[in-house]
């Protein structure tokens, strides 16, 4: 084995060395390019060496030629010359790849952190304008990718704690029924059958949320009058809506509202605006659902007067798992409904103020009758 020179580590890990730290040590300090970096800029400075070294010396010929260089030190002269020119040519370029080095340096690197799931890693926006707008890309990518994996840990939260009430009932009921805690009639077996359908609508919400993320939403459309939906979906919460002793009532009128849409999915978005609304409108208040042409599309709002929503969380109420305090939904309501209006092409917006109301107010694209 060679001798270790003074200041070099040992090749060996020493017997006194910590058993779960690793051998050699990291060095410290500011962290250089990586190797291909190194490599790319030494055949660059190789490639501009010989290039100036070859225009030089085929100048130096031409001269030589046509007679402009001659005399007896003309030859001597030349090796130095040349070799000048070498000199300032690395020097130039070393100095130009100092200002690409760095970057791609910190592009590697920053990659890495990537591809090994760290999304925090971000790199300086400096060196030539090329190299800036990558850094600037990848900044933006890996900021989309940071924000993409936490809503991904607070969905698959919020999934679980939705899953875990249901389960909860149907397994406590069951389990007491089994033991003979409770005997097996309508009255004890209902809670199950409740649950088990909440998992069911969950389950469905959840899967329509699947399809319209990945695009794969599919629409039955055909020609409908969105006022006659209306009315059908408006009878549908007459009871609710007196059982509450809220006022129920709609403006929809003929003209103007045939709309290409698919029918249940949209009237499972009327049906969720209205069940909101009932939900968020106390004793003697009024829930009115009105449908009007408006320029090339439909228009349906939803208006209560109701506590309205809080302003920290109205311009959150169409993402997934947000509910008002009190609410006793799951809180997928509204992103399916933007998810199936978008899907239709329309557009769904919302307007409150706390203890004014709420107003829900989408636009659908309208369809000429007379071309049916």
């Known amino acids: 084995m060679p001798p270790r020179r003074p200041g070099q580590r040992p090749w060996r890990r020493p017997p006194w060395w910590p058993e779960d730290q690793p051998w050699p040590p990291a060095r410290r300090g500011r962290p250089g390019p990586p190797p291909f970096v190194w ?3 030494c055949l660059l400075a190789v490639v501009v060496a010989f290039a100036v070294a070859g225009a030089t010396l085929a100048a130096w010929l031409v001269a030589g030629a046509l007679g402009i260089a001659s005399g007896p030190h003309a030859a001597r002269l030349a090796p130095f010359a040349i070799l000048l020119l070498v000199v300032i040519a690395v020097a130039g370029g070393a100095r130009g790849m100092r200002r690409l080095v760095w970057p ?4 590697v690197r920053a990659a890495g952190r990537i591809e090994a799931g760290d999304y925090s890693a971000s790199v300086p926006e400096h060196g030539p304008s090329e190299l800036r707008s990558v850094a600037r890309a990848l900044n933006a990518m890996t900021e989309r990718l940071r924000a993409n994996e936490e809503r991904r840990r607070g969905f698959l939260a919020d999934v679980t ?3 875990r009430t249901p389960l909860s009932v149907i397994r406590g009921q069951a389990e007491a029924i089994a033991d003979g805690v409770y005997p097996g009639d309508a009255e004890h077996v ?4 409740d649950a ?3 998992l069911e609508l969950l389950t469905e919400d959840l899967r329509t949320l699947a399809l319209a993320e990945a695009g794969s939403l599919a629409l039955s459309r055909e020609p409908v009058d969105l ?4 009315h059908d979906s408006v009878a549908a919460f007459r009871a609710q809506a007196e059982a509450g002793g809220v006022t129920l009532s709609a403006e929809a009128g003929a003209a103007g509202t045939i709309a290409e849409l698919d029918p249940p999915r949209v009237r499972s978005v009327i049906g969720n ?3 909101n609304a009932l939900r968020h409108t106390p004793r003697g208040g009024a829930v009115r659902i009105e449908v009007r042409p408006s320029g090339d599309g439909v228009e349906l709002s939803v208006t209560d007067t109701g506590e309205g929503i809080p302003p920290e969380l109205l311009p959150h109420v169409f993402e997934r798992f947000v509910r008002t305090p009190g609410s006793g939904g799951s809180g997928l309501g509204l992103a399916i409904a933007r998810d199936v209006v978008v899907a239709h092409g329309g557009t769904i917006g919302v307007e409150s103020r706390r203890g004014a109301g709420t107003t829900v107010r989408l636009t659908l694209p309208a369809t000429d009758a007379r071309a049916r």
């Open 196 to 198: 088990a359908r909440t």
């Open 273 to 275: 605006l209205l069940s």
């Open 39 to 41: 490599r790319l800029g």
């Open 190 to 193: 209902a809670p199950i059958i």
């Open 227 to 230: 006022a006659a939906l209306v």
């Open 104 to 107: 791609l340096g910190h592009l």
């Open 161 to 163: 704690h939705e899953l």
